[in-house]
Every structure is written in structure tokens, then in C-alpha cells.
Nanobody
Framework: QVQLAESGGGLVQAGGSLRLSCAAS????????MGWFRQAPGKEREFVAA????????YYADSVRGRFTISRDNAKNTLYLQMNSLKPEDTAVYYC???????????????????????WGQGTQVTVSS
């Protein structure tokens, strides 16, 4: 059974940094794409960043490119999101997600879409004060 557990959220002032972690279990972590999404109060969940299996190709939302960095440590079965230069509009619950990963796959822009992900964590709150 695939399980994902986020941690590292909290309250930070604008301009500050946080690093989120997502611990994965239940299968070989390195073989699957992973993503970060977020949901602010009253808004729909939105894509933040994604990283592929293998050598780790990445995609970022325009709103976070240059400020956030997604990475993975396959030896630790852990996904990270380094968030720098945080803004109040980054306030949201952040979720990590992974794909079922069956069949033939290719790393493509569709990985910014929620439908590519089958397993989700419970989320961690990030609050950025102005």
C-alpha cells in the first residue's frame, strides 16, 4: 500500500524559507513521478512542481519558478520542496502525490495535471505572513 506523509509546514514571514518533505512507503520510490500541489482557502487545488522517475526531469508552475525547487532522495524515499522568497500568496495546504505508474510512460507536460496522480498525502499547512 502506497503511503505519503508530508511534513515541514509552518508559519513564516514573507521573504523567508521552508523545506517540505514527503516520506513515501509501500513500493520502490525511485520508479515513479512525484508532484507537489497546493490548495489555498476558497480556491481549487493547483499544481506547484513535479519531478520524474530516474534522472529527475522537472516542471514548475510559473508562480513558483525560480523560488521553489523540487528534489528527491531515492535512498531515503523522500521528496522535497525547498521554498524560498515566500510570499503571502503561497499560503496553502501543500500536498505531495505520486502516480500509479503502470504501463508505458513518458515524461510529459501532463504531469502538471492532477489526473496523473493516484496517491495523495494528507497535506501540510504553510502560512506566510506579510
Amino acid at each position: 500500500q502506497v503511503q505519503l506523509a508530508e511534513s515541514g509546514g509552518g508559519l513564516v514571514q514573507a521573504g523567508g524559507s521552508l523545506r517540505l518533505s514527503c516520506a513515501a512507503s509501500g513500493r520502490t520510490f525511485s520508479n515513479y513521478a512525484m508532484g507537489w500541489f497546493r490548495q489555498a482557502p476558497g480556491k481549487e487545488r493547483e499544481f506547484v512542481a513535479a519531478i520524474s522517475w530516474g534522472i529527475g526531469g522537472t516542471y514548475y508552475a510559473d508562480s513558483v519558478r525560480g523560488r521553489f525547487t523540487i528534489s528527491r532522495d531515492n535512498a531515503k524515499n523522500t521528496l522535497y520542496l525547498q521554498m524560498n522568497s515566500l510570499k503571502p500568496e503561497d499560503t496553502a495546504v501543500y500536498y505531495c502525490a505520486t502516480e500509479r505508474g503502470t504501463g508505458i510512460r513518458r515524461w510529459e507536460l501532463a504531469y502538471v495535471k492532477e489526473y496523473k496522480y493516484d496517491y495523495w498525502g494528507q497535506g501540510t499547512q504553510v502560512t506566510v505572513s506579510s
